[in-house]
């Protein structure tokens, strides 16, 4: 059974910063595409940033030179290191990978981990 747990997510004030990492565990033959989620209260899920096996990443206009993904492939994890944040950033932070187990590529979604910017 595959997992993804992260962690790193809290309260921070304006201008602040926070480092996300989502470890993923279980039967892991390999892992393409990694990446971040976040959905605010009222609003649908949106995509922060991913990053592929290869390294190349891809940036929601909005967090654009603040976010900064990365991986370490040998650990199966992904980051998110978020400077100068501001209270629209706060919301629910999902991670996401696409997962081979043994039975093709499956999408595997975190449990989520919330962070706060306060004003």
């Known amino acids: 059974q ?5 962690s790193g997510g809290g309260l921070v004030q304006t201008g602040g910063s926070l480092r996300l990492s989502c ?3 279980g039967s892991i033959y390999g892992i393409n595409t990694m990446g971040w989620y976040r959905q ?7 995509l922060v940033a ?3 096996s290869g390294g190349s990443t891809n940036y929601a206009d909005s967090v654009k030179g603040r ?9 199966n994890t992904v980051y998110l290191q978020m400077n100068s944040l501001k209270p629209e950033d706060t919301a ?4 996401n990978a696409d997962i081979y187990g043994g039975m093709g590529y499956v999408d595997f979604w975190g449990q989520g981990t919330q962070v706060t ?3």
């Open 67 to 75: 976010f900064t993904i990365s991986r370490d492939n040998a650990k």
């Open 23 to 25: 470890v993923a565990s």
């Open 92 to 95: 629910v932070y999902y991670c």
């Open 40 to 46: 605010a209260p009222g609003k649908q899920r949106e």
């Open 2 to 6: 595959v997992q993804l747990v992260e």
């Open 117 to 119: 910017v306060s004003s």
């Open 50 to 52: 991913d990053i592929t």
